[in-house]
């Protein structure tokens, strides 16, 4: 059972430039959210997508944007980057009403995003 | 809004022994669920331990065991016997139904022989 897949691992890119970052989900998960993890901090949330649509959004500027496709993957998209983007972007997924709280969400391994 | 504090930055432990990682956190809620993940140098976050609000009851699993203080909201982790393989970061999350998992900035563990 394949978990989370993120791609690519690593990325460089440069300032004002914009950037795709891609999440398959775990095999019968149907939500995605995404997380900045900048060097040696915990995971920020940026936003969750269900059914498409944007469920919830922490607070990160419209640069950053999303979209959800029918077959339950993701892409993270951030516009006009700037260096204090550079930070390791997390991909979880988890089914929604069935068990999130007790099972938590699955995470992939990442995609490390330096702006440079 | 809902903040989850850890204060330890880092933390060190001889193989075996015990350690006691610290999480206290802030919410007006009464139903939530807590977590302690860990995130190993392969950078993915694994869940270790989970803990519901309403249940008294202490969360064990293996080697892992919680302390829960829901009226000083409190989450401690304890590690026992620890292991070359629990050196990573380990981060305490919480999160209330249908929103999304609030982080610590995690506390940094090595296990030294």
């Known amino acids: 059972d394949a978990g989370v897949t993120q791609s690519p691992t690593h990325l460089i890119k440069t300032r004002g430039q914009q950037v795709t970052l891609r999440c398959s989900p775990k095999?019968?998960?149907?939500?995605v959210s995404w997380y900045q993890q900048a060097l040696g901090q915990g995971p920020q949330f940026i936003f969750q997508?269900?059914?498409?649509?944007?469920?919830q959004r922490g607070n990160f500027p419209d640069r950053f944007s999303g979209h959800q496709f029918p077959n339950y993957s993701s892409e993270l998209n951030v516009n006009a980057l700037l260096l204090g983007d550079s930070a390791l972007y997390l991909c979880a997924s988890s089914l929604v009403g069935r068990d999130i709280e007790n099972y938590g969400y699955t995470f992939g391994s990442g995609t490390r995003l330096t702006v440079v | 809004a809902q903040t989850v504090t850890q204060s330890q930055p880092e933390m060190s432990v001889q193989e075996a022994e015990t350690v006691t990682l610290s999480c206290t956190y802030d919410?007006?809620?009464?139903?939530?669920?807590l977590f302690w993940y860990k995130q190993p140098p392969s950078r993915q976050m694994i869940l270790v331990i989970r803990?519901?609000?309403?249940?008294?009851q202490n969360a064990t699993e293996n080697r892992f065991s919680v302390n829960f203080q829901k009226a000083a909201k409190s989450f401690s982790l304890k590690i026992s016997d620890s292991q070359l393989g629990d050196t990573a970061m380990y981060f305490c999350a919480f999160m209330q139904a249908g929103t999304a998992l609030i982080f610590g900035k995690g506390t940094t563990l090595s296990v030294s022989s």
């Open positions: 803990q519901e609000a309403y249940k008294q």
């Open positions: 997508y269900y059914e498409e649509e944007e469920r």
């Open positions: 095999s019968g998960h149907d939500t």
């Open positions: 919410t007006s809620e009464n139903n939530y669920y």
